[in-house]
Nanobody
Framework: QVQLVESGGGLVQAGGSLRLSCGAS???????????MGWFRQAPGSERENVAT????????DYADSVKGRFTISRDNVKNTVDLEMNTLLPDDTAVYYC??????????????WGQGTQVTVSA
């Protein structure tokens, strides 16, 4: 059982920057070792979308086209944290941002654990 907690959301002006952080913990004192971590977002009236992923061991990253060149995902597999650095923010980036964990690489496995979400609001 994994618990994920996001922090760092808030209000920022267009063109500004914001850094989100997600901390992971395992119930019963287990070891946290997922295949990958991801950041997702959902705006009102829109479907949830995957904006960035990072593999836990290698640190390979991938991004949605809408955020390439502006967002950077990173992980610290000693502290069990994953960050999302967001630069050149746009009003369309306004959404609730969620941290999620994918435990295995198997094609049948998705993102099994999710945080509570943190609100990001970008004003014009």
């Amino acid at each position: 059982q994994v618990q994920l907690v996001e922090s760092g959301g808030g209000l920022v002006q267009a063109g500004g920057s914001l850094r989100l952080s997600c901390g992971a913990s395992v119930a019963s004192g287990g070891t946290f070792g997922p295949y990958a971590m991801g950041w997702f977002r959902q705006a009102p009236g829109s479907e949830r979308e995957n904006v960035a992923t990072v593999t836990w061991i290698r640190g390979a990253t991938d991004y949605a086209d809408s955020v390439k060149g502006r967002f950077t995902i990173s992980r610290d597999n000693v502290k069990n944290t994953v960050d999302l650095e967001m630069n050149t923010l746009l009003p369309d980036d306004t959404a609730v941002y969620y941290c999620a964990a994918r435990l295995t690489r198997r094609s049948s496995g998705g993102y099994e654990y999710w945080g509570q979400g943190t609100q990001v609001t970008v004003s014009a």
